[in-house]
């Protein structure tokens, strides 16, 4: 089914959450410092944030 979360983790896409399994939609969400687990298609990676860069919209404008 194309509208499976799964299908959409084969196309290339990943699932952010914190250490308490809640999910992570925006950079907002995160701080220096913090574990991540990242849901990819075939299993889960852990990751710590290094680096928060803010865009300023969809199209790509950074905000350093």
Same mark, same amino acid.
């Given at each position: 089914?194309?509208?499976?979360?799964?299908? $959409?983790?084969?196309?290339?896409?990943?699932?952010?959450?914190?250490?308490?399994?809640?999910? /992570?939609?925006?950079?907002?969400?995160?701080? $220096?410092?913090?574990?991540?687990?990242?849901?990819?298609?075939?299993?889960?990676?852990?990751?710590?944030? $290094?680096? /928060?860069?803010?865009?300023?919209?969809?199209?790509?404008?950074?905000?350093?």
């Amino acid at each position: 089914n194309t509208l499976s979360p799964l299908a $959409t983790l084969g196309r290339g896409y990943a699932l952010l959450s914190d250490n308490t399994g809640g999910s /992570i939609s925006s950079v907002d969400q995160l701080a $220096t410092g913090q574990e991540l687990s990242i849901r990819l298609s075939n299993g889960i990676a852990k990751a710590r944030v $290094t680096q /928060i860069k803010r865009e300023k919209s969809c199209h790509g404008n950074h905000e350093f």
